[in-house]
C-alpha cells in the first residue's frame, strides 16, 4: 500500500516536471546561462570570434576612464530616464481624469488616445523620424502653422533627445488605460464620504484618489524605470545615436560596442553597469516605495 | 435635518451646473488632444495617396487632394515588401503558437499539478521577469551562433517554445478562478492530464487564453532587436527590420514608405478593432502581472 503511493507519488513529481520542463530549459538557457557566463565574459577581451582572453578588470577601467562616450552615455540615459518616466506617468494620470468621466463619445475619445500604443513600435519610430524631418515634417508644418520658427528636430545636439522623449509621449495611452482601470475601481463611496465631510476637487484628489492608486503608480513606475532604462529601438531607429552621441543611450551603445564594434567582453560590461543601476533604482523605489504606497489589505 | 437636507440639494444643484462647465472643458481638452494623437496616423495617410512630385512640396497639404492608389503597389515593391510580410507572418504566428501552448502547459503544472519545488520554480519564473532582457543578448547570441543559427529565423522562433513568465502568471490566476472539482469529475471519467487542460480547462479559460494570444502576436509582430542583430540576408528580414532600413535614407520616396508603413500597421489594428475586450482587459492585467 505504502509503496503503492510512493510510486504515484514519484510519476506525479515526472509528471509535474515534464509539464513545467519548457520553462525550466528557458530559465536556464535563457536566464541562468547569460547570468554566469556575463560574469566571466565581462573579465575578458572578445570579439565573438577569438578565443577569449582574461583581461582582469582592464575592460572596467577602461570603461570609466577612457572611453570618450560613456560618461556622456550614462548623464544621457538619467536625462532620458528621469524626464521620461515621470512625464509618462504624470500625463497617463491626467488623461486618465480627464476621461474617467461620462461624457459623450467617451469611447471614441479613449479609443483614440490608445490607439496609438496598438501600432508596431517600429512603424511609429520611422513615422515620427518623416514628422521630425526639418523641411518636409509635420512637426515643422505645425509649427509654421503658429508661426514659430522650424526647429532641427533630431539634427540639433541641443533638441534631438528631447525629440525622441516627445515622440515616445505618443504612447502615453498605455499608461492611460492602466490608471484608467485603476480609478474606475477606486470604491464610489468614499468619494461620497468625502462628499459629506465637504472635501472638493484637489482635496479629494489628494485624499482619495492617490492614496488609492498608489499601488498602480508606483508597479507603473518601476515598470517604467525597468524599461526606459532599456529603451534602445527608439534612438536607433530614429538617430543612430547621434548627432555627436547627444541622443547615445547606455542600451544604444552597448549595443553598437558589441554588434557594430565587435567588441563582446567591453559589451558585456557595460551590461553589468547597466544592470547594477536599474537593480539600485528600483530597490530605491521598493525602498522608498512604503511611505508612499497604500495597500488595502496591508498584510505586510 | 430637513433643512440639512434642503441646503444639500440647493449645493448639488449648484454644482450640477459647475459640473457642466468643467465638462465642457473637459471635452475641449480631449478634442484637442484627439487631433494631436490622430492627425499623424492622418498624415501617414495623406502622405501615402500623394504623388511622387507633391511628397516634397513645401507647403503641406492637411487633407489629401488627390488619391494615389498604386503606392501602395509601388512602395510594396521597393522593398519586396510582401516577401518580407510573410517573413514576418510565419514568425509570428510559429512563434505564437509555440509560447501559447508553452505558456499554458507550464501554467497547468504548476496550479494543478502537486510536485516538490513547484513553490521555488514559480519564484523563479516570475522573478526573471525583473531581469532585464538585455543581460541575456551577448550570452545568448554566442550561443545561437555556435549552434549555426546565426542568420536563420530560429533564434527568433525557438526562444517563444521555452515558455513566457508574465503569460503562465496570466493562465495561473485564471485557472486559480475555476474550480477544482471540474479537473476531479474529468478524472472520475477517465480524461487524463492531457485530455484535462486541453479540452476542459482551456476552453473555459478562453477570454484569457485569447488575451495571451494577442499579446504573443503583437510581441513577434513587434519583434526588431533580435531580427536586426540575427537576420542578414535582406530575403529573410522581418517587416521591422526592413521599415527601419527603408526609413534610414532621407531620399526616400515617402510615398511609397508610408503606404508600406501602413500596411505593416494594419494587422495590429485589425487585431486591436476585432479583440478591443481582450486588449483592454489584458493589458491591465498583463502590466500588473509583471511584479506581483
Known sequence: MNANVRKRDYWGWIKGYLHISPSIIGFGVFVAYPLVMSVYYALMEWNGYNKPKFVGFDNFRYL???????????????????????????????????????????????????LPTVLPMIATLTLWKFIYHPQ???????????????????????????????????????????FLSGLQSVPQDLYEAAEVDGARGWIVFR???????????????????????????QVQVMTAGGPNNATALLNFKIYSDVFGQRMFGYGIAEVWILFLIIMVFTVVTYRYSNRFVHYENDNR | ????????????????????????????????????????????????????????????????????????????????????????IFIAIVSTIGQVASSILVGYGLSRLRFPGRKLWFSCFVGSLMLPGFVGLVPVFHLFSALGWYNTWLPLIVPAYFGNPTFTFLFIQFLGTIPKSFDEAAKMDGAGDRQILWRILVP??????????????????????????????????????ALASFASNWTTQWNYFMAADLIYMLPMLIVFFLGQKYFMQGLGSVNSAGLK
Request: aromatic share 16%; glycine share 6%.
Open chain 2, 204 to 241: 473555459m479559460a478562453m477570454p484569457v487564453v485569447i488575451t495571451i494570444i494577442i499579446f504573443s502576436f503583437n510581441g513577434a509582430w513587434n519583434q526588431y532587436l533580435e531580427p536586426l542583430i540575427y537576420v542578414v540576408d535582406q530575403s529573410k528580414w522581418t517587416l521591422s527590420v
Open chain 1, 207 to 233: 485624499s482619495v484618489t492617490l492614496p488609492m492608486i498608489t499601488p498602480i503608480l508606483f508597479l507603473q513606475l518601476i515598470l517604467g524605470i525597468i524599461g526606459a532604462f532599456q529603451s534602445f529601438a
Open chain 1, 64 to 114: 570609466f576612464t577612457v572611453d570618450p562616450v560613456f560618461w556622456k552615455a550614462i548623464r544621457i540615459t538619467f536625462y532620458y530616464v528621469l524626464i521620461n518616466v515621470p512625464a509618462s506617468l504624470v500625463f497617463g494620470l491626467l488623461l486618465a481624469m480627464l476621461l474617467n468621466r461620462k461624457l459623450p463619445a467617451i469611447k471614441f475619445f479613449r479609443t483614440a488616445f490608445y
Open chain 2, 1 to 88: 435635518m430637513k433643512t440639512v437636507y434642503s441646503t444639500r440639494t440647493v449645493r448639488y444643484a449648484t454644482r450640477r451646473s459647475k459640473i457642466r462647465k468643467t465638462d465642457v472643458f473637459r471635452m475641449l481638452v480631449l478634442l484637442v488632444g484627439t487631433v494631436a494623437m490622430l492627425y499623424p496616423l492622418l498624415w501617414v495617410v495623406t502622405i501615402a495617396l500623394k504623388g511622387s512630385n507633391d511628397i516634397f512640396s513645401t507647403t503641406p497639404d492637411w487633407f489629401p487632394k488627390e488619391f494615389h492608389f498604386e503606392n501602395f503597389v509601388k512602395g510594396t515593391e521597393q522593398i519586396h515588401f510582401w516577401r518580407t510580410f510573410g517573413n514576418s
Open chain 1, 136 to 178: 518636409y515634417g509635420l512637426a515643422n508644418h505645425v509649427l509654421n502653422l503658429f508661426g514659430a520658427n522650424p526647429l532641427n528636430w533630431l539634427g540639433s545636439e541641443r533638441l534631438a533627445l528631447m525629440s525622441v522623449i516627445i515622440a515616445g509621449l505618443w504612447q502615453v495611452g498605455g499608461g492611460m488605460i492602466i
